[in-house]
């Protein structure tokens, strides 16, 4: 009764902005979902009971096939496929690094696309206008944006939680607003196109698959980083520091240095995420930087998991490839997006793949 | 040009004030950034111009104007309570134990699905309100400032006034005030906590259906996308007068409202939603309680 009378009210709600017939549309379609989910429910009782038989599998020859078979994915898909692979490359990057600050650290960051448009800028100024090439960009961007994410913390030291959010919201926000309106360096809206492709070892860098075999690499080697550092000192220090503040405090940690530590290293990675973009797309605009890219990207740490490296990697692969696999329902995937998240938080808020401690 | 700016500045800063009412209560009460508020204002927006346009066709337009938009205020700001009421219950109460950060990710979540919801019914074109009421100027010194500027200012403060006067006067007042300072305690007192959250987010979303409705007739366009940044903008309003506090959110949205019309005018205009984030940092790392906050 409780559930009729609820479906009723949420019906009755849409109808000043769906209409009369869109109103009993949507009641119809709620009515239908909410029968899919007794079933499912009834079903899932049966399923618990059914187990799948255990498949002996040796973890190590499993990684090496996953391994064999992305080295030789660019062979077998189409160029459309594999553009969104390597995007889906660049996010996990990118999600990476955010993974450090909210998953590891526990401090929310709301404009991480700040650091990501930092690095796509830097590295398409240092090519066009200065002319370095590829590795000397790389590594100055890297420098340069390690550096902003140095800044960033020292407002992020005194505050906590949401409130750090907010800021952080606001650092995201300005920064699309200085790149948007300094047309004489970032050249405005326009953005700035004509970024050279990268010479590896003298070696042009110019079909897509090259690029796929560039991001895999900085891939495994974001992934092999991020879980030596997450088992070290340095990451134990940090999940101390996300559980209890007070508490690693008193057991001689210092909270001040780990935090500038985990607003640098995650921003590192941003500028690599954002190095890669721009070396790709050859082409940046503030456009690609907004405050959804940045809540895009928590959400791929949180729908995987807050903490897990396996999870994030999850996540941002299911946020890239579902709606390119969907793209006919392309109107409502943002909808989806907004319902998917409050479902996550409200069903599973620990995320896909749970990390343990 | 100086006192006209800041005319127009404490025009807009009513409706920051009005939108930073439902913040501030919130916060207060639940310690929660309700990041969903902003697209309550946008929906009381777009309700407002449906509301508007279903009395013209039924004809109540032309028989009273002042009839057809106060009984639009009415019904959008009714509607607006139900949607805030609807979100509190789906997307916040299951999370009241859950950690801090969950709530507000959750806020995000019915951020984005109003806003895509809003666009995809309505197109993502922008809405014209339609132009019934005429205006009229009214010049002193120098100064213009139109019956509507004149309807908007007094229509926040009043509001403002009779929020506070809820609060500090009447019995759901009270125990407002005592479950934003100790929930538990509140509860053992036999204050019906549930209740109480729901009465702030019908208040606070009702506020912010009336905010709307006037950016519509003021500025004449609404668009799906205004909610995010008139959300983050009074939030920043909300900080500067102190959180938790009502006269703080009204003084806070005055004079918002005024900095950044005085700055897009003397300093850039492209830089016009910067200021606010500008601002919020700068007090939330000076003074992070307000101007009007209690201090602990």
């Known amino acids: 009764m409780k559930t009729i009378l609820f479906i009723l009210w949420l019906s009755f709600l849409s109808v000043p902005f769906m209409g009369l017939k869109g109103g009993l549309w949507l009641l119809s379609g709620i009515v239908l979902a909410y029968c899919i989910f007794l079933i499912i429910k009834k079903s899932s009782n049966l399923l618990k009971e059914f187990r799948l038989p255990e ?24 160029d459309y496929y594999l553009d969104v692979i390597i995007l889906a490359g660049i996010y996990i990057i990118l999600a990476l690094g955010l993974n450090v600050v909210i998953g590891f650290s526990g401090l929310l960051n709301l404009g991480f696309a700040a650091f990501y448009a930092i690095g796509a800028y830097s590295f398409a100024l240092l090519t066009t206008n200065a002319g370095l090439g590829f590795w000397t960009s790389l590594s100055s961007t890297l420098f340069i944006t390690a550096l902003s994410g140095f800044i960033l913390a020292f407002p992020a030291l005194r505050l906590r939680g949401d409130y750090l959010a907010i800021v952080t919201l606001g650092f995201g926000e ?72 007070m508490a690693a405090e008193a057991m001689g940690i210092d909270t001040t240095k780990y935090k500038f530590l985990a607003f640098s290293f995650g921003a590192f990675w941003a500028g690599l995420a954002g190095t890669l973009f721009a070396s790709k797309m050859r082409f940046v605009s503030p456009e690609s930087f907004t405050f959804m890219e940045s809540v895009f990207v928590a959400c791929m740490v949180i729908l995987g998991g807050l903490g897990s490296i396996p999870g994030v990697i999850v996540g941002s692969l299911i946020l890239v490839v579902l709606p390119e696999v969907l793209r006919e329902f392309q109107l409502y995937r943002m909808l989806a997006l907004g319902i998917g998240i409050i479902l996550m938080m409200v069903f599973r808020p620990l995320g896909l793949i749970r990390s343990k401690g | 040009m100086f006192f006209q700016q800041i005319l127009n500045g404490v025009t807009v800063g009513g409706v920051y004030a009005l939108i930073a009412l439902g913040y501030t209560m919130v916060y207060g009460i639940l310690e929660l950034i309700n990041f969903a508020h902003g697209e309550i204002y946008m929906i009381g927006a777009y309700l407002g111009i449906i509301f508007i346009g279903i009395f013209t066709v039924i004809g109540l337009t032309q028989y009273s104007i002042p009839l057809a938009i106060l009984l639009s205020f009415i019904l959008s700001a009714l509607f607006c309570s139900a949607y805030g009421f609807t979100i509190e219950k789906l997307a916040y109460k299951p999370l009241r134990k859950a950690p801090r950060l969950s709530p507000l990710i959750s806020a995000i979540g019915v951020s984005i699905f109003l806003q895509n919801y809003v666009m995809l019914t309505q197109g993502a074109t922008d809405k014209v309100f339609p132009h019934i009421l005429e205006t009229t100027k009214i010049e002193f010194f120098n100064l213009t400032i139109t019956t509507l500027q004149v309807f908007i200012i007094i229509t926040s403060l009043l509001l403002t006034g009779l929020l506070h006067l809820y609060v500090m006067k009447t019995k759901t007042g009270k125990a407002m005030r005592a479950v934003a300072q100790d929930k538990v305690m509140a509860s053992l007192l036999g204050i019906n906590i549930d209740r109480i959250i729901s009465v702030t987010f019908i208040i606070g979303s009702g506020l912010a259906a009336v905010a ?23 939030f920043a309003a909300a900080v500067l007068g102190g959180i938790g506090s009502i006269p703080g959110a009204m003084l806070g949205g005055f004079i918002l409202g005024i900095v950044e019309s005085l700055a897009a005018s003397y300093l850039s205009s492209e830089y016009k939603d910067a200021y606010a984030f500008v601002i919020l940092i700068i007090i939330l790392l000076i003074k992070p309680r307000g101007l009007l906050g209690k201090s602990q």
């Open chain 1, 55 to 78: 498949i002996p599998y040796n973890l190590k020859i499993l990684y090496a096939l996953i391994f064999v078979i992305l080295l030789v994915l660019p062979f077998v898909l189409k």
């Open chain 1, 174 to 245: 300005i920064a699309r607003l200085t790149l948007n309106n300094w047309d004489s360096l970032t050249r405005g809206p326009n953005g700035i196109s004509g970024i050279p492709s990268p010479f590896v070892f003298g070696f042009e860098l110019s079909s897509l698959s090259h690029y796929y075999y560039l991001v895999f690499i900085f891939v495994l080697i974001a992934v092999f980083i991020v879980r030596r550092v997450y088992h070290s000192r340095i990451g134990r220090a940090w999940l101390a520091l996300r559980d209890d503040e």
């Open chain 2, 212 to 234: 709307g409705m006037m950016v519509a007739m003021y500025y004449g366009l609404v668009n799906y996308s205004i909610g995010y940044i008139a959300g983050i903008k009074a």
